[in-house]
């Protein structure tokens, strides 16, 4: 029997809006405990729930980012149960009408194009948070209760983790671009939930499935669904089927294991029904086409283009589009440089990127503007500077936010290509090193390069080195 992994993948994505769901609480990360609470997120007697329209906005982005359909017309549903962290007893979501259905993203794992489809992506609210201490009670905290969330579903259609680990990748990506979540795993941002199980497409056998929990990042995620699949293949492999069943399990990050947790619950243990203090949500169409118009260009779309249009390697590109900043920022002084985009991606992703992480500035904030950077690249270009130079200058440009021009001319660091001047210079080097001098003489072409470096060291690295070349050959 051939059994191929089938692997779903429910991503729960906190929305980075400036208050809660269905009250004006704020959503501060990392506030006092309990201090982000009122009636309706407590849910006391006789407080009422009212949607926040952003959290509404959000979903729709994402859903058209992600090329799903927007209901004209969708609920919220109460999902029932008992747990400390859910002071109401049930849990506001949606249940059989999303707010957006039916997508798709299309990826590309070891060189193979993927699709994958999307089931919904809907609108819920956080739970509270139970911590457990060592003494054996448990704190409760209600802060994250109430903070708007967005549970986006695929199809089982992953066959790989090596796959659930690119669309997590692309989606954390998407998110940030279109700015909906922080999309931070450590801060609890986003979670993920994968659902494992093994099928033979030709019989339509399949092992029970699994879902598991406790996943705080993407190699975690990664690790999980594979050590899942080695589980299940082995037990079904052994002849042991009849001890699958369908459960949830936990991912033991420090053995690499996953571990029983409970047997599955089914959607009817929740009771869902629809919830009677909110009226059915009926987006505006004309807002929503506003909305799903203003989407702008995707991670990969923009991978792509950059390869194409300014010919710079994959890696490169994949770097620059990490994030819209940075991309923004590579595209602008690219439009501002005449010379190659690949000497704009190399200066960006090695010296300034360096300086901003050693100072911890983000992109958005350097003090080095994409004008300033094209100038200086220009002045490269136009031999005014040598390279290394313009390191330096870069350097000073990051500390004092001056341009290029103004630090080469004020410093006086312009690169000597008046050959008057070289002359003298190149008198002096010949004078001090007549062996290497004579074995240039003897065609030993080596030796050019010692004396090209002699030249640069007494000019600070000011001297056009091309230049200083070609005027040593012409002298020996
Ligand atoms: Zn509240």
Redesign the pocket.
Known sequence: MAMEPMIGLEVHVQLDTES?M????STQFGAEPNS???????GLPGSLPVPNRKAVEYVIRTGAALGCKVADRCRFARKNYFYPDLPKNFQVSQYDEPLTYDGSIDLTVDGEPVRIRIRRAHLEEDTGKNIHLQTGSTLVEYNRG?IPLMEIVTEPDFTTAEQCREYLTQLRLILRCIGVSTANMEEGALRAEPTVNLNDRQTGEATPKVEIKNLNSIRSVFEAVKYEIARQRKTVAEGREDELFQQTRRWDENNGVTALMRRKETSDDYMYFPEPDLVPLEPDRAWVEGIVNSCPELPAARCERFCEQYEVPEYDARVLTETRALADYFEETCERFEGAAKTVSNWVMGDLMSLLNEAGVSIERSPVSCANLAELLSLIEENVISGKIAKDVLGTMFETGRSAREIVAEEGLEQISDSGALESVIDEVIAENPGPVQDVREGKDKAIGFLVGQVMKKTQGQANPGMVNEMLRERL
Do not use: I, W, Y
């Open positions: 809660k269905f009250c004006s609480c982000n609470v009122c009636p309706t997120c407590l109430g």
